[in-house]
């Protein structure tokens, strides 16, 4: 009989200071991811998301999408693994929540330095929660870029503390301007202000690896099928790039600039080819907040819940 794996060390986890990490890109991955998540998919000549591929004033000034900023930290998994005292099954994670914080206008390329941290760790029994914090820095510049924040489930990791409830929290204060808000979000009562209905493509799996993710999940039919998939399935920050888009298309007139944050939870898989129709809710308080949902069509079931904040102008 197997020997089960060793339980989570939660003060050894928290205690150990992950290093630093730098992520190089060009204007070509800016563009490649923007063909990833669906921009000019149906018309190369949409003026609303041409920019994110192309600029009459070069590539060096084609706007960058928002959520590309996810891709400076991405690979967690890789990282969780050298963390001393955190035992897992790589294949038993689960992405459960995105939250990305802009703080000054994405440059198209260059080097970015990130630094991570273990912000939250809870026993739910069967499995570990876990939230890793990392800021993001133009290298050479102390002026934050960007935080990201990762929430993830580890089945079977569960059961390391006294408490089931035992919640273990970093106790540096986080930069952040704005708390969570609290997922997922349900629909309003009321109609959704504007519906997007958007079809990914069969490979859009195959073109969205591109930009990084190569967990066979999404590509090869054996894993995908050893995992309890009739097919491989579309990443979940794929899905999270098609409604950040739609977004900014209705409610920003083609302005990733004027996005200042993005929160997403994750609620269920998406097979390429499907079609995902993003829900959108205005709610204005001091800055511009936007609820959607995004479901799968061919399914009628929501797949993904989240909110964006908008900034009153564009970043420089």
């Known amino acids: 009989m197997e020997e089960s794996m060793p339980h989570i ?14 992520y190089n ?3 070509r991955d800016v563009v490649l991811y923007a063909l990833g998540v669906g921009a000019c998919k149906d018309n190369a000549c949409d003026l609303s998301e041409l920019d994110y ?4 004033d070069g590539q060096h000034a084609v706007k960058v999408l928002p959520t590309f900023g996810i891709l400076f930290s991405f690979n967690l998994v890789e990282r969780l693994l050298t963390i001393p005292g955190m035992n897992f099954h790589p294949s038993m994670l689960l992405h459960g929540e995105q939250y990305i914080e802009i703080y000054k206008k994405l440059p198209t390329s260059g080097e970015v330095v990130y630094e991570s941290r273990i912000s939250q760790l809870h026993d739910k029994e069967k499995a570990a929660v876990l939230e890793v914090e990392t800021l993001c ?19 079977g990791a569960g059961g390391f503390s006294k408490s089931k409830t035992e919640l273990f929290s970093y106790d540096k204060r986080s930069p952040s301007l704005r708390p969570l808000v609290k997922l997922p979000i349900l629909p309003p009562k009321s109609v959704a202000a504007l519906t997007h209905e958007d079809q990914t493509q069969p490979n859009q799996a195959l073109l969205y690896r591109l930009s990084g993710d190569y967990n066979p999940l999404h590509s090869d ?6 995992a309890g998939f009739p097919r491989p399935i579309l990443h979940g920050l794929c899905t999270l790039g098609y409604a950040v888009r739609a977004i900014i298309k209705h ?23 499907e079609t995902l129709v993003t829900q959108m809710w205005r709610q204005e308080d001091n800055v511009e907040r936007i609820n959607f949902l995004c479901s799968v069509k061919e399914r009628s079931r929501p797949v993904l819940s989240g909110v964006v904040f908008l900034n009153a102008s564009p970043r420089l």
């Open 251 to 273: 409610f920003c007139h083609g302005d990733p600039a004027l996005v200042q944050s993005i929160q997403g939870r994750f609620m269920l898989h998406v097979f390429p080819g």
């Open 137 to 155: 820095r133009e290298s050479g510049s102390e002026e934050l870029l960007c935080l990201n924040r990762s929430t993830v489930f580890l089945r």
């Open 221 to 226: 039919p054996e894993i995908a099928r050893i």
């Open 53 to 56: 591929v192309y600029s009459e």
């Open 25 to 27: 890109y060009t204007e």
């Open 9 to 22: 060390d939660p003060e050894t986890v928290l205690a150990y200071q992950m290093p630093k990490g730098k």
